[in-house]
């Protein structure tokens, strides 16, 4: 079953700015209200880290260090949909970006261990 289905990311120059969304299921139904909704991203070779996330309310995004100031997490709850916008985009932030949610309300989910449902991924390619 196929909770968060993304889309978006892409390839762009360094400086640029793309977009990854994710949209909640409709049969079944899952709803990303009432849960904390995130962001993560892998690189090769690397561990998947939490970048950002919102929490149930929709209130009090939360950034990573290495994000903030540059990406900025929404939430369009009558659309079920989850954004992240990243501009100024360096080679560093190349990696797959992953879509998260938890099973119930929280007020931070930036750690893989608060997560219960992944998407399943979009590339998000920056060159130099």
């Known amino acids: 079953q196929v909770w968060l289905a993304e889309s978006g990311g892409g390839s762009v120059q360094a400086g640029g700015s793309l977009s990854v969304s994710c949209v909640g299921s409709?049969?079944?139904?899952?709803?990303?209200?009432?849960?904390?909704m995130a962001w993560f991203r892998q690189a090769p070779g690397k561990e998947r880290e939490g970048v950002a996330s919102i929490r149930s309310d929709g209130d009090s995004p939360y950034y990573a260090d290495s994000v903030k100031g540059r990406f900025t997490i929404s939430q369009d709850n009558a659309k079920n949909t989850l954004t992240l916008q990243m501009n100024d985009l360096k080679p560093d932030d190349t990696a797959m970006y992953y879509c998260?949610?938890?099973?119930?309300?929280?007020?931070?989910?930036?750690?893989?261990?608060?997560?219960?449902?992944w998407g399943q991924g979009a590339q998000v390619t920056v060159s130099s």
């Open positions: 998260a949610a938890t099973r119930g309300a929280k007020s931070l989910c930036i750690s893989r261990s608060d997560i219960d449902y």
């Open positions: 409709r049969f079944p139904r899952f709803a990303i209200s009432n849960r904390c």
